[in-house]
T-cell receptor, first 114, second 110 residues
Framework: AQSVTQPDIHITVSEGASLELRCNYS??????LFWYVQSPGQGLQLLLKYFSGDTLVQGIKGFEAEFKRSQSSFNLRKPSVHWSDAAEYFCAVGPTGGSYIPTFGRGTSLIVHP | NAGVTQTPKFQVLKTGQSMTLQCAQDMNHEYMSWYRQDPGMGLRLIHYSVGAGITDQGEVPNGYNVSRSTTEDFPLRLLSAAPSQTSVYFCASSSRDEQFFGPGTRLTVL
């Protein structure tokens, strides 16, 4: 069965510092990969996605992620974090069976210090 | 275009009560799903649907029922609420490219 591991429950960075959130997946074929962000009290919003092609994908809000098949990873990066980036971040892999419904990781909570 | 709507936003139930969480989408997506979110557990799939009349169980289906009579609506029923069902519930509507989430329902079972 497919699965997603986000090894870091919490990450703390200073505003202006760079950020990398880790995501490892287990999937039997070429996966669809996603990163979602959840601001406090809100639903989830798609940051970026990878289906095929260029392994470095750009998303909204200045985020990017790199698909590394050899490492089964899809890490999220941002060169300079803003205080408004404080949120919960979820990595997801799909599809699940015959449906376009991904499996989510447990999330990483990003704390940004001024 | 409202996207995915959920009602109610907040609900308090007593143990043993039943209720239905409503979810509707106006994007004509075939795939819809229900998740619960608990601290440290991420999003866990309860039930999902791949089209009207077709539903299937996810990771944590016990205590919940769903039906899909129309493309637009996908209600989640709690048959006999238990304190373990205290959670935030999210409905989502999916295309291949993306899942669109509703704003969530915060449910407390006393």
């Amino acid at each position: 069965a497919q699965s997603v591991t986000q090894p870091d429950i919490h990450i703390t960075v200073s505003e202006g510092a760079s950020l990398e959130l880790r995501c490892n997946y287990s999937y039997g074929a070429t996966p669809y990969l996603f990163w979602y962000v959840q601001s406090p009290g809100q639903g989830l919003q798609l940051l970026l996605k990878y289906f095929s092609g260029d392994t470095l994908v750009q998303g909204i809000k200045g985020f990017e992620a790199e698909f590394k098949r050899s490492q089964s990873s899809f890490n999220l990066r941002k060169p300079s974090v803003h205080w408004s980036d404080a949120a919960e971040y979820f990595c997801a892999v799909g599809p699940t069976g015959g449906s376009y419904i991904p499996t989510f990781g447990r999330g990483t909570s990003l704390i940004v210090h001024p | 275009n409202a996207g995915v709507t959920q009602t109610p936003k907040f609900q308090v139930l007593k143990t043993g009560q039943s209720m239905t969480l409503q979810c509707a989408q106006d994007m004509n997506h075939e795939y819809m799903s229900w998740y619960r979110q608990d601290p440290g557990m991420g999003l866990r799939l309860i039930h999902y649907s791949v089209g009207a009349g077709i539903t299937d169980q996810g990771e944590v289906p016990n205590g919940y029922n769903v039906s899909r009579s129309t493309t637009e609506d996908f209600p989640l029923r709690l048959l006999s609420a238990a304190p373990s069902q205290t959670s935030v519930y999210f409905c989502a509507s999916s295309s291949r490219d993306e899942q669109f989430f509703g704003p969530g329902t915060r449910l407390t079972v006393l």
